[in-house]
């Protein structure tokens, strides 16, 4: 039984980025081995084992065979005599496909570390195409390493191409491309993973409400820009910059969904995208099978956002109905996620990346002005109930208005 360090861990480890975590192939060995040595197994397609100290995974060297359609059409051998260069070859991207014995000594038979000195992600072989899932990753991928000046090979990109073109992207269960989609929200430049799956026609089929705002106008005075999906991706890119949370990024990729749907006879305008908006993004987030809290950000920040922009217009009823909306009183992490995409959105425009942005610090003065309330004394008082929310906004509201004069 030989043992290897293999895909992440190795590549990573050259690019001297941090490892994530560690995976290892088992060559020359069996589940029964395996599990005689108190590995536990976890697999259910093909037998993966979690080691009984570091818990890390440990798959059997394995050769696939396409067998039928989609993500899980394929046989799947593990004999013993399955090599590891023969592993190693059934995989997505050159990068991926090299080994680290016991020794540190490097097994590279598809010479990613030349395409990682290239900073190139090229596919292995044809046999690329046979799996949907790999359009995805390569686009994750070049999310994750487009800061470092990695691009996808020209003839990887005709065959993710050829590979959407199939249809078989549709035969994706929507757990893992939500769970793609995910990973591609904490990486670096996650606009990237989103321009790429549009430039090999894939972003249709699953983000049809982002894939259709490309060429959607608007207004040039607010939006030198001009284009909703250009700006959309320059939203993404600036939330980015703000925050490392998913939800909070994924937020700010939806927060303009209604444009793609205002009526062509009132562009380059969108009066009231903001509420059209929400049942867009409730039909995407099902699709995608998103968590609950995912879809609640992205419908308040579509709702709310241009009354962020707008608040030094706004009245004290208003400002504070904004913050109750937000939840900001019982969680003020959503009020920070709702900044954050307002700031977003603001700085996601041609020659606005740089500028100020007043309005969270205005709002944030606000909500802080609002907390020197104490509910404990009006319930002694004897509001109870519905007169209790009605005097704690009553009383907000006069709070605010001493802030704000309004």
């Not at 009984?52 to 059409?73: C, D, I, M, N, V």
């Not at 950000?297 to 904004?322: D, F, G």
């Amino acid at each position: 039984m030989q043992i290897y360090l293999v895909g992440g861990a190795v590549r990573d480890k050259y690019l001297e980025y941090p490892v994530r975590e560690k995976d290892w192939v088992v060559v020359g060995s069996s589940a029964d081995d395996l599990l005689s040595q108190g590995y536990k197994q976890v697999g259910k397609g093909f037998p993966v084992f979690l080691h009984p100290e570091t818990h890390e995974e440990y798959a059997l060297a394995r050769t696939e065979k396409k067998s039928g359609q989609g993500y899980y059409g394929f046989d799947i051998y593990t004999g013993k005599e399955v090599t590891l260069e023969e592993d190693l070859a059934r995989r997505d991207l050159t990068i991926n496909a090299m080994a680290l014995d016991n020794k540190e000594n490097l097994i590279d038979p598809c010479n990613g570390l030349n395409d990682l000195k290239k900073k190139v992600l090229r596919h292995i072989s044809p046999s690329f195409a046979e799996d949907p899932l790999r359009v995805l990753r390569v686009a994750r991928f070049a999310a994750r390493y487009h800061h470092l000046g990695f691009s996808i090979a020209k003839e990887t990109l005709s065959l993710m191409k050829s590979l959407v073109d199939s249809g078989e992207l549709k035969t994706l269960p929507a757990e893992r491309v939500w769970l793609e989609t995910e990973k591609a929200l904490t990486e670096k430049s996650p606009q990237i993973y989103f321009e790429v799956l549009r430039q090999c026609n894939a972003l249709k089929y699953w983000f049809e409400e982002i894939d259709c705002l490309w060429g959607v106008p608007n207004p040039p005075r607010w939006h030198p820009e001009i284009d909703t999906g250009i700006h959309t991706m320059m939203v993404l890119e600036q939330a980015a910059k703000i925050t490392d949370d998913p939800v909070t990024r994924f937020a700010a990729l939806c927060h303009d969904l209604g444009k793609g749907a205002t009526p062509a006879h009132i562009l380059p305008s969108h009066p009231g995208h903001e509420k059209r908006g929400i049942p867009i993004i409730v039909k995407l987030c099902k699709r995608l099978t998103t968590p609950r809290h995912y879809e609640k950000l992205a419908t308040l920040c579509s709702e709310y956002h241009l009354h962020l922009h707008r608040i030094e217009e706004l009245r004290a009823n208003t400002i504070v109905k904004v913050l109750e909306a937000t939840r900001a009183f019982h969680n003020p992490a959503m009020l920070e996620k709702f900044v954050q995409v307002c700031e977003a959105d603001f700085k996601g425009r041609t020659g606005f990346e740089n500028r100020p942005y007043p309005q969270a610090t205005i709002i944030k003065q606000a909500y802080h002005a609002c907390q020197s309330l104490d509910v404990q004394d009006l319930i002694a008082q004897g509001f109870n109930g519905s007169q209790l929310g009605e005097e704690l906004h009553r009383q907000r509201v006069n709070l605010v208005k001493q802030l704000t004069n309004k």
